[in-house]
């Protein structure tokens, strides 16, 4: 009978060394993709409001605008977000270079 209790003490360990190990770093995981979405869906704002005062259309920024869209609207992983952040921030910039801003 004795035995019973050091198995069960022995998983009780392994268990809560799996939860302290895993918990942190699965909430710096969901965090970080937060955030990442939430870069991407400011660079998205800041490129629409650039088109929309822009004198004329531009084909690659509005392709680089409509693909960080998709990749805003497929909402998949950090590295989707990162993507979208960086085709949105090159469509602000051509957008504002035709702005003269």
């Given at each position: 009978?004795?035995?019973?209790?050091?198995?069960?003490?022995?998983?009780?360990?392994?268990?809560?060394?799996?939860?302290?190990?895993?918990?942190?770093?699965?909430?710096?995981?969901?965090?970080?993709?937060?955030?990442?979405?939430?870069?991407a869906h400011a660079a998205?704002?800041?490129?629409?409001?650039?088109?929309?005062?822009?004198?004329?259309?531009?084909?690659?920024?509005?392709?680089?605008?409509?693909?960080?869209?998709?990749?805003?609207?497929?909402?998949?992983g950090a590295t989707a977000?990162?993507?979208?952040?960086?085709?949105?921030?090159?469509?602000?910039?051509?957008?504002?270079?035709?702005?003269?801003?």
């Amino acid at each position: 009978m004795s035995w019973l209790v050091w198995v069960v003490g022995a998983l009780v360990l392994v268990a809560t060394g799996f939860a302290a190990t895993y918990l942190p770093r699965a909430r710096a995981r969901a965090t970080s993709g937060r955030t990442a979405w939430s870069a991407a869906h400011a660079a998205i704002d800041s490129a629409t409001v650039s088109r929309d005062a822009a004198p004329r259309a531009l084909p690659l920024a509005d392709e680089l605008l409509d693909r960080a869209e998709l990749l805003a609207a497929s909402g998949r992983g950090a590295t989707a977000a990162e993507e979208a952040t960086d085709c949105a921030t090159r469509a602000d910039r051509l957008y504002r270079e035709v702005t003269g801003e």
